[in-house]
Nanobody, 114 residues
Framework: VQLVESGGGLVQPGESLRLSCAAS????????ATWYRQGAGEERKLVAV???????HYVESVKGRFTVSRDPTKKTLYLQMNNLEPEDAGVYFC?????????WGQGIRVTVSS
């Protein structure tokens, strides 16, 4: 299983980005799928989770601005990020548990700066 993130880049505060995490198989749905962010000099921190039952959970700082979702084929996980703030900057990683194995994407950088 391979996970490949895309959609990152440089945006100004208040703008939006949509991150994608494409899997080599239909793996998003059997277990929780998660987006993490790692800021400069920081540990990797959970940002958003989507459960197999389609419930979602977010860290307080992104509630109302970020939305995690997956496509019906369960091959792609998304993170829609609106009204981005400088504090949202970092490298974003997708993560999923599948057949009792943890899989991580390579990370995609998001820069928020005016």
């Amino acid at each position: 299983v391979q996970l490949v993130e895309s959609g990152g880049g440089l945006v100004q505060p208040g703008e939006s980005l949509r991150l994608s995490c494409a899997a080599s198989g239909s793996i998003f749905g059997d277990d929780a799928a998660t987006w993490y962010r790692q800021g400069a000099g920081e540990e990797r921190k959970l940002v958003a989770v989507m459960t197999p039952q389609d419930t979602t959970h977010y860290v307080e700082s992104v509630k109302g601005r970020f939305t995690v979702s997956r496509d019906p084929t369960k091959k792609t996980l998304y993170l829609q990020m609106n009204n981005l703030e400088p504090e949202d900057a970092g490298v974003y990683f997708c993560h999923v548990m599948y057949t009792n194995t943890a899989y991580w994407g390579q990370g995609i950088r998001v820069t928020v700066s005016s």
